[in-house]
Nanobody, 119 residues
Framework: QVQLVESGGGLVQAGGSLRLSCAAS????????MGWWRQVPGKQRELVAS???????NYVGSAKGRFTISRENAKNTVYLQMNSLKPEDTAVYYC?????????????WGRGTQVTVSS
């Protein structure tokens, strides 16, 4: 069993920045794709960004140009740097380990961290 623990969420004003972190409890982190997803009440969880073990990244939608995903394999940790935040970025952000093509194929999820962006 792998545990993923997110941190770094909080309340920030529009235009501000936050850095999310996700620490994995096992070294299988190092051979797996990692992703950040987000969910608002009443809506489906959506992929924000993903990163391969080798560092190739993929961004979805409004994350392009504003968010940066990175990882430190030696620390079993993945990060999401979020800049120029907008109120519509408000959501619970989840860390995910495994394939990122859909929610159903993700192997492990973190419990989530709340990000709130005020206008």
């Amino acid at each position: 069993q792998v545990q993923l623990v997110e941190s770094g969420g909080g309340l920030v004003q529009a235009g501000g920045s936050l850095r999310l972190s996700c620490a994995a409890s096992a070294n299988i982190f190092r051979i797996n794709v990692m992703g950040w997803w987000r969910q608002v009440p009443g809506k489906q969880r959506e992929l924000v960004a993903s990163i391969t073990p080798g560092g190739d990244t993929n961004y979805v939608g409004s994350a392009k140009g504003r968010f940066t995903i990175s990882r430190e394999n030696a620390k079993n940790t993945v990060y999401l740097q979020m800049n120029s935040l907008k109120p519509e970025d408000t959501a619970v952000y989840y860390c995910a380990l495994g394939p990122q093509s859909s929610e159903q194929v993700v192997a492990y999820w973190g419990r989530g961290t709340q990000v709130t962006v005020s206008s």
